[in-house]
């Protein structure tokens, strides 16, 4: 590695230090925290203070500064959250083997924009392009969590206007707002059956779903994740779910937003 500015370095391990402090730190922590000494430590601080990169309170506490935020949200900017996402998808399923799709709402129904197929032959070939319901999957569901109400509910009532109102089949609004409050707890909604049409009888044989939104720096939902896993009947199916959702999460972080209402 090409030889660098030392006190660069040193000045990052300040602010590293700041990064992870789950508060404002005193002189002394952040001295012991660099392994510095408290007159070496307060002479970085001095010029982080100035370049607005460490703030102080009245306290004499020590915090990152607006100059820091304008740095993290300028790199957010320029990352392409798309690529990212790719990424992810194609890592999913080389560690996996699980076919994973990418979702966007195209204004009035779900798009398939993405798919990396598993090495295994799957019995039915999901296109580019292609749609999924809303109220009866994993993928359609998280749409509903993460969406606006104003913007998604109208397509919702309609599915529901062409299902059953008893029954075995039957869904109700009621039920569907309590699905979507435990998937923005959880981040997530997993499905046992990947269904193929607006008939809920008709699954591929096999498989189940998860489904993952993926959400921009204003937290605004941009894409889904979708990926299917083999069901089996012994460890492999939890041990495999939980490598996803691990995956998924230390890529792309995903916040816990308060639940729609469908007024």
């Known amino acids: 590695m090409a030889k660098g500015i030392q006190s660069i370095d040193i000045a990052f391990g300040v602010l590293h230090a700041l990064q992870h402090s789950t508060g404002p730190m005193l002189l002394k922590d952040i001295a012991a925290r660099t392994g510095m000494s408290a007159s070496k430590a307060r002479m970085y601080l001095v010029s982080l203070l100035r370049t607005g990169l460490v703030s102080q309170n009245a306290s004499s506490a020590y915090t990152?500064?607006?100059?820091?935020?304008?740095?993290?949200?300028?790199?957010?900017?320029?990352?392409?959250?798309m690529d990212t996402t790719r990424r992810l998808l194609t890592s999913l399923t080389e560690e996996t083997q699980a076919?994973?799709?990418?979702?966007i709402w195209a204004g009035t129904s779900i798009r398939i924009i993405a798919r990396n197929d598993s090495a295994g032959?799957?019995?039915?070939?999901?296109?580019?392009?292609?749609?999924?319901a809303l109220t009866n999957t994993a993928t359609g569901r998280v749409f509903m969590a993460y969406l606006p109400a104003g913007v998604v509910m109208p397509y919702v009532q309609s599915e529901l206007a062409n299902k059953p109102a008893t029954g075995e089949d039957a869904v109700t609004m009621e039920a569907l707002e309590?699905?979507?409050?435990?998937?923005?707890?959880?981040?997530?909604?997993?499905s046992p059956d990947v269904v193929l049409t607006t008939d809920p009888h008709i699954t591929l044989q096999g498989y189940g779903a998860i489904a993952v939104p993926v959400v921009?720096?204003?937290?605004?939902?941009?894409?889904?994740?979708?990926?299917l896993y083999r069901k089996t009947s012994d460890t492999r199916e939890a041990d495999t779910i939980a490598s996803i959702l691990e995956k998924i999460r230390d890529a792309i972080p995903t916040p816990v937003l308060p639940p729609v209402r469908a007024s």
């Open 64 to 81: 990152l500064g607006p100059a820091a935020l304008n740095l993290g949200l300028a790199a957010f900017k320029q990352i392409d959250l």
């Open 178 to 190: 309590q699905r979507v409050h435990a998937i923005r707890e959880r981040g997530y909604d997993m």
């Open 121 to 132: 032959d799957l019995p039915i070939h999901f296109r580019i392009g292609g749609t999924a």
């Open 99 to 103: 076919p994973t799709m990418l979702n």
């Open 216 to 227: 921009d720096i204003s937290q605004e939902l941009r894409f889904v994740i979708t990926v």
